[in-house]
């Protein structure tokens, strides 16, 4: 096998055209198996594996640099960089992430997981090698969906005098789900420009008829093609910003890719080479259904099958919206594309005129909702937590500040597996906590989201909902207690846990393995707590130990503790605080990362059994 042999960039360089194409063959097969296997972002690896290719042969890395935009897209060149051997252990504990990471290997100049990065670090790097006198090049690989991402523009606006910068924007009409507003339409324009390819591939058989003879011939020649562009396609969107433009082009077709790169390196402006490919390439399932593929957690190559979970808190969450939205035509779903991932599929079908996509733009997401409130609507914007943190400030300046009425439901809150340090949803409960005029709810089962997002709807104010990906819990034996639930596993408890969310489980199971008498507060509502009912709850309690799947620094324990000891109520008690203290957790199973976090069963028993000893 050719892809036994590539250790590096240069084994690369080496090939032959035939080898090249057996070598895409054996990359694509290897992240059939290995993402089968791990779960991971199959489409998105598929459809760049010649671009990739392409990269590595014409540029000289890690003296160049590939900046990959979120990142998910990065798996073929983790092959290519020296990880070949260690690429089984993708996305789990121990083994290498799922996403580039710098402290990972030499050849990813760029951590990242989020959407929309990637111009505006290769323009830093770009910028920082005109001022120190470097040759190298940097190359920003960027998805059409990243297009929908306000950042995107904000790069583009201070591009145009960067030296030896290059944009490949991967054009496969994708993000997660289909890709929505006006970039789209303008890229849908120019990929199904008849007129255009007429224009362009003349252009180019005419160009194969010419010998080159100097770089003159070959300058007026571009000149040429720009002219016939320009005719083609009125004014280009990416030149007004003063960049030079290539495409669009095959990125399938790994010589023509070459070429082209080729020219937008030797023209050592900034550049954007436009590409179009076919996410999910080689593999019919995911050519059919590229959003199923975009992330998955594993399935059978040969029927396409993918594994299927239980019904999770997403899941029930986007049934409860299409419940309410039948009752209250003023309700009104949001996402940052991502209706699949946050449950909101089934609502979009039924309430079209109520469902709003607006692409990967979670600020703008937020303040929409916000201008929708004002007009009496009441809007939930659905996001995953590690997203939310985008919008801070318009979750303060536009939504609290002003009291207005709108629903922000956190999916995957906590910790979130296998896609690690990037997508943990862990700071929510410090950052949200601390924001006057929002509730700030944390379900801990069904039953407990169902009433919160009935408070939600019912309410004023900003109303944050977090939850996490998992499925329900059992809440047998447990009472509840104005913003809380509460179980005693024994009689006349001496010990608590107090916690949140799905660590509730956890701390139950704590208790059983202690034997003693232990009090378990979980918290359904992280702000305002009700400081007199927990004072009345932890009351005879002499050993405390909160539990959070959060930071610790600021976080739901911390608070808790420093009110508390403002009215000596802490006093001759034991505290303990286990939570997630000054780092950022890996990737791994859930229950890996609990262990490595000190955040298991037993950790808590030990914690409870210290007080009482």
Same mark, same amino acid.
């Given at each position: 096998? @050719? ?32 993402? =089968?296997?791990?779960? &991971? ?15 590595? $042969? ?8 590939? !900046? ?14 020296? $990880? ?7 996305? $789990? ?5 799922? /996403? ?91 990929? =199904? ?111 396409? $099958? ?61 303040? /929409? ?15 995953? =937590? ?9 979750? !303060? ?124 507060? =979980? ?5 305002? !707590? ?20 959060? @930071? ?16 000596? /109520? ?11 203290? &000054? ?27 210290? &007080? !009482?000893?």
């Amino acid at each position: 096998m @050719i892809l036994e042999k590539i250790d590096s960039p240069q084994d690369v360089k080496s090939l032959n055209d035939d080898e090249l194409a057996t070598l895409a063959s054996e990359i694509r097969q290897q992240l059939l198996t290995t993402v =089968s296997q791990n779960g &991971g972002h199959l489409a998105a690896n598929l459809c760049v594996v010649e671009l990739t290719l392409a990269l590595h $042969r014409i540029f000289d890395l890690p003296k160049d640099k590939i !900046i990959f935009d979120v990142g998910h897209q990065s798996y073929v060149h983790k092959l290519l960089t020296g $990880r070949r051997s260690r690429f089984d252990t993708l996305r $789990r504990f121990g083994g290498i992430s799922g /996403f580039p990471k710098r402290s990972e290997s030499e050849y990813d100049a760029f951590g990242v997981g989020h959407s929309s990065t990637s111009i505006s670090a290769a323009a830093g790097i770009a910028a920082a090698n005109l001022l120190s006198g470097s040759d190298a090049y940097t190359v920003a690989v960027v998805g059409d969906g990243a297009f929908t991402g306000g950042m995107i523009y904000e790069a583009l606006n201070n591009c145009a005098d960067k030296e030896k910068l290059i944009i490949v924007l991967n054009d496969n009409d994708m993000s997660i789900s289909p890709n929505v507003g006006g970039m789209s339409k303008y890229f849908s324009i120019v990929r =199904s420009s008849a007129k255009y390819f007429r224009v362009k591939n003349g252009v180019k058989r005419f160009f194969e008829h010419i010998p080159l003879v100097g770089n003159g011939l070959i300058k007026c020649t571009r000149r040429l093609k720009n002219s016939f562009k320009r005719i083609a396609m009125s004014q280009n969107f990416f030149e007004q910003f003063g960049l030079s433009y290539y495409g669009p082009l095959n990125g399938n077709d790994e010589k023509h890719l070459e070429r082209v790169l080729a020219e937008a390196k030797d023209d050592g402006k900034c550049s954007v080479v436009h590409i179009c490919t076919t996410k999910g390439k080689g593999y019919k399932y995911a050519e059919e259904r590229p959003d199923l593929f975009h992330g998955v957690s594993g399935f059978d190559i040969e029927t396409g $099958r993918i594994k299927e979970g239980g019904e999770s808190f997403s899941n029930r969450f986007g049934a409860l919206m299409c419940e309410r939205a039948e009752k209250n035509e003023k309700l009104v779903a949001i996402t940052a594309a991502m209706p699949d991932g946050t449950g909101l599929k089934e609502f979009s079908q039924r309430f079209p005129s109520r469902f709003f996509d607006v692409g990967i733009a979670e600020e703008h997401a937020l303040t /929409f909702a916000c201008g929708l409130a004002t007009e009496g609507m009441v809007p939930v914007f659905a996001v995953y =937590s590690t997203f939310v943190q985008r919008a801070f400030d318009q979750l !303060i300046h536009d939504a609290a500040l002003q009291d207005l009425h709108i629903i922000v439901a956190l999916d995957r809150a906590g910790l979130v597996a296998n896609d690690g340090a990037t997508h943990h949803g862990i700071f929510d409960t410090a950052f949200v906590s601390e924001i006057p005029n929002v509730t700030f709810h944390s379900p801990v089962s069904f039953a407990s989201l169902e009433k919160s997002l009935d408070e939600a709807i019912a309410g004023s104010g900003v109303h944050v909902i977090r939850y996490p990906k998992s499925g329900d819990i059992s809440l047998d034996g447990f009472m509840s207690v104005d913003g809380f639930v509460c179980r005693d596993i024994g009689a006349s408890p001496q010990s608590a846990v107090v916690t949140y969310g799905r660590l509730t489980e956890t701390a139950v199971s704590a208790a059983g393995k202690l034997g003693d008498s232990v009090r378990i507060i =979980s918290l359904t509502k992280l702000n305002p !707590i009700d400081f007199s009912v927990l004072a009345k709850l932890l009351s005879g309690i002499n050993n405390i130990v909160f539990a959070e799947e959060g @930071i610790k620094n600021g976080g739901v324990g911390q608070r808790i503790c420093a009110t508390l000891a403002e009215s000596q /109520f802490l006093q001759g008690k034991r505290v303990h605080i286990l939570a997630i203290d &000054g780092i950022f957790p890996e990737h791994g199973s859930n229950k890996e990362l609990l262990e490595s976090l000190s955040l298991t069963d037993d950790d808590i028993a030990r914690a409870l059994s210290e &007080g !009482i000893r």
